[in-house]
T-cell receptor, first 108, second 114 residues
Framework: KQEVTQIPAALSVPEGENLVLNCSFTDSAIYNLQWFRQDPGKGLTSLLLIQSSQREQTSGRLNASLDKSSGRSTLYIAASQPGDSATYLCAVGPKLVFGKGTKLTVNP | NAGVMQNPRHLVRRRGQEARLRCSPMKGHSHVYWYRQLPEEGLKFMVYLQKENIIDESGMPKERFSAEFPKEGPSILRIQQVVRGDSAAYFC????????????FGEGSWLTVV
């Protein structure tokens, strides 16, 4: 049974800092890994999708890496902004098993 | 191109009543997924449907819960005889095909059982 863990559960940083969110999964037989952002009381917004054959994906200030063999993914956020404050979720496909998320607060 | 549309956004039901949650996938998407997010918990997979077919319902509780995705109209998640433990956010998502593509989520339906 696939289990996904995200560390840390919460993170508070000053504006402008670079940061890394971690995601680990127990079964390396995945189709893909997806990072989402969830704002309070809202749905999920897809940030990056990494196929199982890929090692990383980039979008703007975000970079996600995937190491299937070790069961890990990281989401790197450069030059963080207060608008980045949200809960970040990773999920492994195909059925999308989710971690509990990392709640990020970026302080002005 | 409208996103995944869920309604109602908020629903209050008394114990024992029925709750019906609707989901219209994005245009051109034939795959629908339902997830449940309990307070302080992560999202849990419930069911995966294609038009007129349930593909995977391994996350659905055995009783009181059912889902459908008819040929015409939205996908429906139905909860009969609701209990307080059913209070949660229910998210629908859609994709154009399974496994390889980005999945798009709706804004969720928040069910409160009183």
């Amino acid at each position: 049974k696939q289990e996904v863990t995200q560390i840390p559960a919460a993170l508070s940083v000053p504006e402008g800092e670079n940061l890394v969110l971690n995601c680990s999964f127990t079964d390396s037989a995945i189709y893909n890994l997806q990072w989402f952002r969830q704002d309070p009381g809202k749905g999920l917004t897809s940030l990056l999708l990494i196929q199982s054959s890929q090692r990383e994906q980039t979008s703007g200030r975000l970079n996600a890496s995937l190491d299937k063999s070790s069961g890990r993914s990281t989401l790197y956020i450069a030059a963080s902004q207060p608008g980045d404050s949200a809960t970040y979720l990773c999920a492994v496909g195909p059925k999308l098993v989710f971690g509990k998320g990392t709640k990020l607060t970026v302080n002005p | 191109n409208a996103g995944v549309m869920q309604n109602p956004r908020h629903l209050v039901r008394r114990r024992g009543q029925e709750a019906r949650l609707r989901c219209s996938p994005m245009k051109g998407h034939s795959h629908v997924y339902w997830y449940r997010q309990l307070p302080e918990e992560g999202l849990k997979f419930m069911v995966y449907l294609q038009k007129e077919n349930i593909i995977d319902e391994s996350g659905m509780p055995k009783e009181r819960f059912s889902a459908e995705f008819p040929k015409e109209g939205p996908s429906i998640l139905r909860i009969q005889q609701v209990v307080r433990g059913d209070s949660a956010a229910y998210f629908c998502a859609s994709s154009p095909e399974h496994s390889g593509n980005t999945i798009y989520f709706g804004e969720g339906s928040w069910l409160t059982v009183v």
